[in-house]
Structure formats: C-alpha cells, structure tokens
T-cell receptor, first 114, second 114 residues
C-alpha cells in the first residue's frame, strides 16, 4: 500500500518570504500522480498543483512550484513571495490510476505572518 | 452554486443515533468518494463508487455504509454513531478521463458525536 509522509506539522514564515513544504511517499508503482491541496480556515479543499510521475519537468503554477525527485520519492512544494492568503493547511496526496483513490499525508499547517 | 454540495454543513448528535450525510454534484462525474479528516492523520478514504452499481470499501469502512442513489448523489450513513467517529467528512468527485483527473471536493460536514 502507498503511504505519504509530511514531516513538518507546522511552519511559519514572514510575508514575502519563500517557504518549502516537504512530502515523501512510498510506492512500487511507476505510473502515478501527485498533488498538493490547500485547506484554508474555510475548510475547502483547493487543488494547488499536480505532477505526473512520467514527466521529468517540475510543475509550476504562478507562485507555486514543486521539486519532484522520483528516485528519492520526494515531492516538495515551494511557495514564492508568500502572501497572507497562503495561510492554510497543506496536504500532499498520491493517486494511482485507474481507481483515482487519493492517499493523503498528515498535513502541514502553514502560517504567513505580516 | 457549488459543484459538489454536502449537507448538513455541521451536525451535533448523540452516541447511538443513526446519521446520514448527503452529497450531490452537478459536475456530471461518474466517480464519487467519501473521506474523513482527523487532526494529524490527514484524509482517509471510507468508501468510493464508480457508478450506481459499483461501490467499494476504502481504508476505513467499518462502522459506515453508503448509498449511490443516482449518478449525482452519494450518501454516507453511520448506523449507530460513536464518539470516535467525530471528524470532518468530505465528499469528492472525479471524471475517469485517462485516470489522471484530480478530485473535486465539497465543503465538508463537521460531525460531532457526544
């Protein structure tokens, strides 16, 4: 079975700083997908970024980018120029087709301070 | 209107009561999922359904049952609620596509069992 580990329960940075959230996973599969979801205090689950395992190029979405290291089974999220609205719980998740079931990490609570 | 709607948003009930959480979607997706979120554990899969006649157990199905009344509706029941079922519950949907589509989440139901 796949497992996902987020080793940082909480992080805190100043506004405008860059922050990196860590995620590691364990799988014997070769074809899979990785996601970062954001959960603000409103408790919505918002997709931040997605990475296909077969792609070597790291995904980017505006201020959000990932460092995907397939051999190391590592999938970190970098937030550049952090903003107060980035304050949220962040979840790393693994998905293997075709069932599309998500396996989540424990979450990292990120606080952006003014 | 939200694409994935969960009702109720919050619920407080007593041990031993039967509870039903409802989920409806307007996205036209065939696949629907129920997760529960606990602090420090992330989200864990309870049940999932690929269509009206295809229902599958997830990681933590004991104490829960589901009903897929239509493509758009997927309900989660707790037959006899117990305090350790206190959690935040999420419904999600996905389009099979080629197996790489992200899931879309409702806003969650916070359930407290006294």
């Amino acid at each position: 079975a796949q497992t996902v580990t987020q080793s940082q329960p909480e992080m805190s940075v100043q506004e405008a700083e860059t922050v990196t959230l860590s995620c590691t996973y364990d799988t014997s599969e070769n074809n899979y997908y990785l996601f970062w979801y954001k959960q603000p205090p409103s408790r919505q689950m918002i997709l931040v970024i997605r990475q296909e395992a077969y792609k070597q190029q790291n995904a980017t979405e505006n201020r959000f980018s990932v460092n995907f290291q397939k051999a190391a089974k590592s999938f970190s999220l970098k937030i550049s120029d952090s903003q107060l609205g980035d304050t949220a719980m962040y979840f790393c998740a693994f998905m293997k087709p075709p069932a599309q079931k998500l396996v989540f990490g424990q979450g990292t609570r990120l606080t952006i301070n003014p | 209107d939200a694409d994935v709607t969960q009702t109720p948003r919050n619920r407080i009930t007593k041990t031993g009561k039967r509870i039903m959480l409802e989920c409806s979607q307007t996205k036209g997706h065939d696949r629907m999922y129920w997760y529960r979120q606990d602090p420090g554990l992330g989200l864990r899969l309870i049940y999932y359904s690929f269509d009206v006649k295809d229902i599958n157990k997830g990681e933590i199905s004991d104490g829960y049952s589901v009903s897929r009344q239509a493509q758009a509706k997927f309900s989660l029941s707790l037959e006899s609620a117990i305090p350790n079922q206190t959690a935040l519950y999420f419904c999600a949907t996905s389009d099979p596509g080629n197996g790489n589509q992200p899931q879309h989440f409702g806003d969650g139901t916070r359930l407290s069992i006294l």
